[in-house]
């Protein structure tokens, strides 16, 4: 069970889309987690820094929330056993992989952008997400 | 310099929207996806926040020549629905559906310092690094066979 937080949803939102903006704004840049990790797996990219600042970002500002304002700030809870989180990972990684992006890049970028190949995206993994998490809790029970 | 202080200032902002939407929350993530179940709406407020602040933000960003610190916009130029965009987001949302975490929510959750992101995140860059090295082997295979 979680809250229903919808106040600090849509601000977060609005946050994570006004980092959409600036980025952007500022490199041209769609702000998409897949595209920004990937690139930095390549060893002959020149543009290396920009993606591993806003990584580092990333991960900085909810440890600096957490480190300012206690754990409960930013609530956390996972129960999905870790062999499972290793095989979801691995299909996340090649999911996004083939499809050229994810809940960012085609979910907040190309759906502002009302790209047909976002929207496509967007439909097609909320449907797989969302049987996998019906046959897990509720045909097998699982987490 | 100032191109690495803008973005580490984005990544800043992306991890506190990350953080305060519960969207580094695997448990509220997947309790979206439980309408049958322990149902929370949340995930449509975000999702809805974001998109138009960035549909309206790109709209007035994207009528200017070019980027600030860059010379042209990157912009995806690919328009065709093909069978790698579908079956690739079909395989990214089992694996969402398995564990809550997508990239976006996975990489601030690191800095929670838990155990469950470190494993999803190394398995997540594990699947980006098999999925190319399949996509190379399958283009030079084609190369080399008509060679």
């Not at chain 1, 056993?81 to 979910?107: K, N």
């Not at chain 2, 309408?35 to 709209?59: E, K, M, N």
């Not at chain 2, 155990?115 to 999925?131: D, E, P, R």
Request: proline content about 6%; hydrophobic content about 55%; aromatic content about 8%.
């Amino acid at each position: 069970m979680t809250e229903f937080t919808p106040l600090a949803s849509l601000f977060g939102g609005a946050l994570i889309g006004l980092a959409a903006v600036l980025l952007m704004a500022v490199h041209g840049r769609i702000a998409g987690m897949t595209g920004i990790v990937s690139g930095l797996m390549t060893p002959q990219g020149t543009d290396w820094g920009w993606r591993a600042a806003f990584l580092a970002g990333a991960i900085a500002a909810p440890a600096a929330i957490v480190a300012v304002l206690g754990p409960a700030a930013v609530p956390f809870e996972s129960v999905v056993p870790l062999p499972w989180l290793a095989v979801g990972g691995i299909l996340v990684g090649i999911g996004v992989t083939f499809a050229s992006g994810c809940t960012s890049g085609h979910g907040v970028c190309g759906l502002a952008r009302l790209s047909p190949r976002s929207i496509a995206a967007v439909l097609t993994f909320m449907a797989t997400t969302g049987i996998t998490v019906f046959i897990i809790r509720h045909v097998f029970g699982g987490f | 310099m100032a191109r690495a202080l803008f973005a580490l200032l984005a990544g800043l902002v992306f991890g506190t929207g990350i953080a305060v939407a519960g969207m580094a929350n695997p448990a509220k993530v997947l309790n979206f996806f439980d309408v049958a179940g322990t149902w929370d709406p949340s995930l449509a407020f975000v999702l809805g926040g974001a998109v138009i602040v960035t549909a309206i933000g790109y709209r007035l960003v994207l009528r200017r020549p070019k980027p600030l610190l860059d010379t042209t916009f990157h912009l995806p130029t690919n328009r065709r629905l093909d069978a790698p965009l579908i079956a690739g987001a079909a395989v990214f949302g089992i694996g969402w559906g398995i564990t809550g975490f997508c990239p976006g929510g996975s990489i601030p959750a690191l800095g929670l310092g838990q155990t469950s992101a470190v494993v999803f995140v190394v398995s997540m860059v594990t699947g980006i690094a098999l999925a190319r090295l399949a996509r190379h082997v399958l283009a030079t295979g084609g190369a080399s066979r008509t060679a």
